[in-house]
């Protein structure tokens, strides 16, 4: 069964202390994984797509990385305006549904 | 970057009233939309998939009675909550792909609606 799992359910970090969440995942075929972050009362909003492993993409302060099994979103030196929910999704090579992790609520302090 | 509007972004409302709910594609045209419920701290959960001039598909344990879901135009997807009731109050966002991107490509989310039932 294709399944996402994300971890940890919740990160608080200094404002300034990078680190990484995680993304395992279990699909029939990876069409594409993404990245959402997404605000309280508010729907996800898309960061990236990553469709081999190996692959990488960056924006300001988020890089996402690809694995056979994993993805990771880095976050280096992160400021209060970060912290949101972060989900992970994969699509099978069907194309059609998408499934998505719980997500990792992430804080950080000023 | 494709745009998605959904409306209203609050309800609250008595048990038993029915409440519709938008979703439109702003700038482009979506044959297929998606209706997630998600509640406190937990994941999306996929209700049904909404196809532009036929039915929609429902996941399983959906009741598709209860909540109805109208694709009548290539940016308009409407799902209406049929007599509500307090156990359905919760976050409810829809989704939209632009078919013209490929299957790969993410899809889109509205900003949701919070349902509250008194």
């Known amino acids: 069964e294709d399944q996402v799992t994300q971890s940890p359910e919740a990160l608080r970090l200094q404002e300034g202390e990078s680190s990484s969440l995680n993304c395992s995942y279990t699909?029939?075929?990876?069409?594409?994984l993404f990245w959402y972050r997404q605000d309280p009362g508010k729907g996800p909003e898309f960061l990236f797509t990553l469709y081999s492993a190996g692959e990488e993409k960056e924006k300001e302060r988020l890089k996402a990385t690809l694995t056979k099994k994993e993805s990771f979103l880095h976050i280096t030196a992160p400021k209060p305006e970060d912290s949101a929910t972060y989900l992970c999704a994969a699509r099978n090579t069907g194309g059609f549904k998408t499934i998505f992790g719980a997500g990792t609520r992430l804080f950080v302090k000023a | 970057g494709a745009v998605v509007s959904q409306h209203p972004s609050r309800v609250i409302c008595k048990s038993g009233t029915s409440v519709k709910i938008e979703c439109r594609s702003l700038d482009f045209q979506a044959t297929t939309m998606f209706w997630y419920r998600q509640f406190p701290k937990k994941s999306l959960m996929l209700m049904a998939t909404?196809?532009?001039?036929?039915?929609?598909?429902?996941e399983q344990g959906v009741e598709k009675d209860k909540f109805l879901i109208n694709h009548a135009s290539l940016t308009l997807s409407t799902l209406t909550v049929t007599s509500a009731h307090p156990e359905d109050s919760s976050f409810y966002i829809c989704?939209?792909?632009?078919?013209?991107?490929?299957?790969?490509?993410?899809?889109?989310f509205g900003d949701g609606t919070r349902l509250s039932i008194l």
């Open positions: 989704s939209a792909r632009d078919p013209s991107t490929g299957s790969d490509q993410p899809q889109h």
């Open positions: 909404s196809n532009e001039g036929s039915k929609a598909t429902y």
């Open positions: 699909v029939s075929g990876l069409r594409g």
